[in-house]
């Protein structure tokens, strides 16, 4: 869902990764984790989804704010609930970024490409990506509060 706009498209790609995960079983090494290689090719199966639409995502600045940090294991079972709230509302607000946003976040911030191989990935300039991922993070900031005042 963080790649597309609607849950039939994300079901398409997501069973399109599927098929290519038991398509290409017999090729996993064993030499990194399973997890990893499934979570790599679906990624790639849905930056080729994006490809094939030939919507032209683009998203941009100081990006250390969006990556993911080390979790605690010692979050108390309440934390968890307010977590997963904070969670489920982030994925809404991802989901309201326009599509070249939205792809260019969940490149830089969730799969941790560079700038430059968002550039490659999606036939954009480096430039064109930092602008977008600042633009994305400002459109987040927004609907972020927005949604949290909600629910306060």
């Known amino acids: 869902m963080r790649y597309t706009a609607d849950r039939d498209t994300a079901?398409?790609?997501?069973?399109?990764?599927?098929?290519?995960?038991?398509?290409?079983?017999?090729?996993?090494?064993?030499?990194?984790?399973?997890e990893g290689w499934m979570r790599r090719i679906m990624s790639?199966?849905?930056?080729?989804?994006?490809?094939?639409?030939?919507?032209?995502?683009?998203?941009?600045?100081n990006d250390n704010d969006f990556k993911m940090g080390t979790e605690n294991p010692m979050i108390e079972a309440e934390e968890l609930e307010f977590v997963g709230i904070k969670a489920e509302l982030a994925l809404e607000a991802i989901n309201e970024l326009s599509p070249a946003y939205r792809s260019v976040f969940n490149l830089y911030v969730m799969e941790e490409y560079t700038h430059k191989e968002i550039g490659e990935i999606l036939g954009i300039s480096e430039g064109t990506s930092k602008s977008n991922l600042s633009k994305a993070k400002m459109n987040l900031q927004k609907i972020l509060k927005e949604k949290f005042m909600n629910i306060e």
């Open 11 to 34: 079901e398409e790609v997501l069973q399109e990764g599927f098929i290519k995960i038991f398509d290409k079983l017999e090729a996993f090494d064993y030499k990194g984790s399973f």
């Open 44 to 61: 790639n199966t849905a930056i080729d989804s994006i490809r094939k639409s030939k919507k032209n995502p683009i998203l941009t600045d």
